[in-house]
């Protein structure tokens, strides 16, 4: 049993989702690879660097660090290591971000073990096309707010500011998913 283990590939997943992370570990196990949990980046930075993983399931929005901190690292540690980043919050600035630091594959929620796995296939070249639609323009203001958002390192008062828009309007506005 020990040699298949050593046989399969790494991969860190990351998620503060416990549920979630439950049942994708068991998919992405029974498909061939080794699997090592964490539920934020505090958690996980020790885990990759004590081994870094080949193969990386990184969720952009968690408790604590961003998961773009963690993408970073996780790059620096083995530029060869193969990161998806998964998340209900898509936007083409985040995704753009996201493959700027070294992910190979943005993939919005949700997202099943096969998508994964096709999208570690997948060159970082380009960002893949999160919808084939136009954006709407609720969608465009809403990844604006993003953008600015990450900007300002998650403040809300200074992306308020940087918006000239009041700061509960901007809290309300984030708290609305954008339809397509």
């Known amino acids: ?43 996980a930075q020790p885990l990759a660097a004590a081994n870094p993983p080949e193969y990386a399931v990184v969720d952009l929005k968690m408790g604590g660090a961003s998961g773009l901190q963690l993408i970073q690292s996780l790059h620096e540690l083995d530029p ?31 997202a099943n ?17 999160l919808n084939a639609q136009p954006s709407s323009v609720n969608r465009l203001e809403w990844e604006h707010i993003q953008r600015v958002l990450h900007e300002n390192n998650g403040n809300i008062s200074a992306t308020a500011r940087a918006l000239n828009m009041h700061r509960r309007t901007l809290q309300r506005k984030l708290t609305k998913l954008p339809s397509s």
Do not use: W
């Open 80 to 110: 060869a290591t193969r990161i998806v980043v998964l998340t209900g919050y898509a936007s083409i600035a985040t995704a753009v971000e996201a493959i700027k630091l070294g992910a190979t594959q943005y993939l919005p929620k949700p």
């Open 1 to 43: 049993m020990s040699t298949l283990q050593n046989e399969q590939a790494s991969l860190l997943l990351v998620d503060d989702d416990i549920t979630f992370c439950r049942v994708l570990s068991n998919a992405l196990g029974k498909r061939g690879y080794a699997v090592t949990v964490a539920h934020s980046v505090e958690q």
């Open 113 to 129: 073990a096969d998508e994964i796995v096709a999208a570690f296939g997948h060159q970082a070249t380009a960002v893949q096309p």
